[in-house]
DNA sequence: GTAGGGTTAG
């Protein structure tokens, strides 16, 4: 039977509760813990005081304080049980492990492993029991203490309290925790029997460490044993969906799930929403999320990550006004997958806005959301942003550093990635397969060829990572760099990994910068196979024809195209002035200020001209005079973009723009050349990469 | 009398 919550005046809930007197004060003062009554639990132990045989010395009896400790642990009251506990003269173990667990509860973990080892050497009649032991074992998983928890694992053996189930539970929960696998699941194979506790934790630490494949052996050990699933296990069970990204699975379990009297609690309905967003099905999520009757902050965070991960970035965003509507709290969580769409945008306004509110709330200091703030600025164009936010956190994990280092990578700023690499290492923190990504990357910005072959084949294979294709695609790109482009190509022929459009793309955007025509045809073949849609490799190939004066090439794959039906995706820049994204399309006048921006553009041409810019007109595939031509070239969006960014903002501000497709040669000249005239700092993040123009010059030396 | 497992980020 549920127990009433007590009313403000605990006089009251007892006489509601026909409790007339205190007959059993030990009966209510546990009543009063396990509902974390205080009021009602000060009560009783104010009862006990008065009428203990000596009122005076409030000497009340061992078992009668242990269940205060427990009373005051249970409630909050840590430093009040620890009182309590200093002043009884005569303790036993139960003492001893209620003061243990009211610590673990409270979150001092490390007071728990204090507290053991005074209790070993106090003069009370202390040896410590299954009920301590579990605690100790516990607190030592919550503390990250390795050294402790294996002495306590051997002491535990020794004593034969692994014999208990509890025991056993916390110690295979303390391997988990502390990444330990291997002794997780020697624990868990011994012969003690298994309960659901045991399974749910086992289950939970191969999750966690990726172990899905021995998570889904256990799985079946448990089906066939036909262990009854409870809550946590269904817990479980999806985010081991989740990681797999099986739909197939993740509904058979929601059907199982559907067919018991599981209670569909708020860790429950996560979950299930979690699954369906990593596995594709944001529709289920969001029926889920609406059919809810109550929502809390995870709830509502999970829905927003469900949007994030299916590309839905503005929607996501959406659910935070909504969220604050209901008065629910965001969290840390909630900050860094806003934060994390935001920079799926590159909405730098918006995410500093967002910055803002979390600072204001105090969840900077977590590190998610750190990570997140160095992602948002390095994919916002704020690369100065990021390192600061990096510079200032006290604790990193690998998500940390391979943001940042792959921030600068993108930017095109490679010393300062490798010199965050070199920190990392020096900070004794490991990479992993993403941080080889960024480390390849940047060797190849800086033409760093030995040293890209080095960390592949030494240092990769020294720490143990298996090389994947991103990192094959990365020495493809660093070869191309060098304009060893011979050399790239044999690689991926004599490489036995699985390219894909990605790396042969890498290898045509060599070709073509390095005028290696007749290579570049070749390789476009393979990429026009791989993707017959992809609109930017037609054009590439046409440039290349173009740049060849081989106009009936130019021809064949216009005609290519149009029997194709391939259109070519209209350029789109923007640019954010105060708090609007100002967005432009190529030869666009919708905006009200069109008339300004254009002859703003005319202007800067005018000037750029007389420094040298001479327009690329050979690359423009329409059919018309070379006077028009230019037209085409001079309204493209980025330089509409620039030119509303030069008029709207102060003269000291960089302006920083967002391009969907890559950047065209003739912009690029042009952007450099404006920088410089104007003294200004553009950036422009393109389809691929980041360009920071400055004095006439840009951070990608004109190679992207 | 005191003890064990779960949701949201990359």
């Not at 009373?71 to 173990?93: E, S, W």
Request: glycine content about 6%; aromatic content about 8%.
């Amino acid at each position: 039977m549920p127990i009433l919550k007590a009313p403000r005046n605990p006089l009251v809930y007892l006489k509601a509760k026909h409790i007339t007197s205190i007959e059993d004060p030990v009966r209510l003062l546990k009543l009063a813990a396990d509902t974390k009554n205080l009021e009602l639990g000060k009560l009783i132990h104010a009862h006990l005081i008065v009428t203990s045989a000596d009122a005076f010395s409030n000497n009340i009896d061992v078992i009668q304080s242990n269940f205060l400790i427990n009373l005051y642990a249970k409630c909050g009251q840590i430093c009040i049980a620890r009182q309590l506990f200093d002043c009884m003269p005569v303790r036993n173990v139960v003492s001893w492990s209620a003061l243990m667990a009211g610590y673990l509860h409270n979150g001092l973990d490390l007071e728990v492993l204090g507290l053991f080892k005074r209790s070993m050497a106090s003069v009370d009649d202390m040896c410590p029991n299954e009920f301590v032991l579990t605690t100790v074992v516990s607190s030592c998983s919550t503390s990250g203490r390795v050294q402790e928890g294996m002495q306590c694992h051997g002491y535990v053996l020794k004593s034969g309290l692994v014999f208990y189930q509890h025991v056993k539970n916390a110690l295979i929960h303390m391997y988990s925790r502390l990444s330990d696998m291997e002794g997780a699941m020697s624990v868990f194979n011994t012969v003690q029997a298994c309960d659901i506790f045991s399974y749910n934790s086992i289950l939970n630490g191969l999750l966690e460490h990726g172990h899905l494949k021995e998570a889904m052996q256990v799985l079946s050990i448990m089906v066939s044993k036909r262990v009854k699933w409870d809550s946590v296990t269904y817990v479980t069970v999806f985010g081991i969906c989740s990681s797999l990204g099986t739909l197939r699975l993740g509904l058979q379990v929601h059907c199982r799930m559907l067919k018991t009297d599981i209670e569909c609690d708020a860790f429950v309905n996560s979950a299930i929403m979690n699954m369906y967003g990593k596995c594709g099905k944001l529709v289920n999520a969001a029926k889920i999320f609406e059919c809810l009757l109550i929502r809390n902050v995870v709830s509502w965070t999970t829905i927003m990550a469900a949007h994030f991960q299916n590309g839905y970035f503005e929607e996501a965003l959406n659910f935070f006004v909504n969220m604050k509507l209901e008065d629910i709290t965001p969290n840390e969580y909630t900050f860094a997958v806003l934060l994390n769409s935001s920079a799926s945008l590159s909405a730098l306004r918006h995410g500093a806005l967002l910055h803002a509110c979390a600072e204001k709330s105090g969840f900077t200091d977590h590190m998610i959301v750190g990570n997140a703030l160095i992602n948002m600025y390095a994919k916002s164009g704020y690369i100065e942003a990021a390192n600061e936010v990096f510079s200032d956190m006290t604790y990193r994990n690998s998500v940390t550093w391979n943001a940042m280092i792959s921030g600068y990578s993108h930017h095109g700023l490679g010393k300062e990635a490798l010199n965050v690499f070199r920190d990392m290492i020096t900070a004794g923190d490991s990479p992993n397969y993403v941080t080889f990504v960024a480390v390849l990357s940047a060797c190849a910005h800086l033409g760093l060829v030995q040293q890209g072959f080095y960390y592949l084949n030494q240092v990769m294979k020294q720490i143990g990572i298996e090389p994947g294709v991103e990192h094959y695609t990365c020495i493809v790109g660093l070869l191309s760099r060098a304009g060893l482009l011979d050399e790239a190509e044999n690689y991926m022929r004599s490489v036995s990994a699985k390219w894909d459009v990605v790396a042969w793309r890498t290898l045509l955007n060599a070709c073509y910068l390095h005028r290696n025509y007749g290579l570049g045809r070749r390789v476009a073949e393979i990429v026009v196979k791989m993707d017959p849609n992809d609109v930017g490799t037609y054009l590439l190939l046409s440039n290349m024809y173009a740049k060849a004066r081989s106009w009936d090439g130019v021809m064949k794959i216009r005609k290519l195209m149009r029997e194709r039906t391939i259109k070519k995706e209209p350029g789109v820049s923007w640019v954010e002035i105060k708090d609007t994204a100002h967005i432009f399309v190529s030869d666009d006048n919708s905006h009200p200020e069109s008339r300004q921006i254009y002859e703003k553009v005319g202007e800067l041409l005018i000037k750029i001209k007389q420094l040298g810019y001479v327009p690329d007109i050979a690359a423009v595939l329409h059919d018309v005079e070379d006077e028009q031509k230019e037209d085409y070239l001079s309204y493209h969006s980025e330089k509409l973009a620039i030119a509303y960014g030069l008029m709207k903002t102060p003269t000291e501000a960089p302006i920083r723009v967002i391009k969907n497709l890559r950047m065209c040669d003739d912009c690029h000249t042009a952007v450099k050349m404006i920088s410089k005239l104007t003294n200004r700092v553009i950036i422009v993040r393109d389809a691929n990469r980041f360009h920071h123009f400055k004095d006439g010059c840009c951070s990608c030396v004109d190679y992207w």
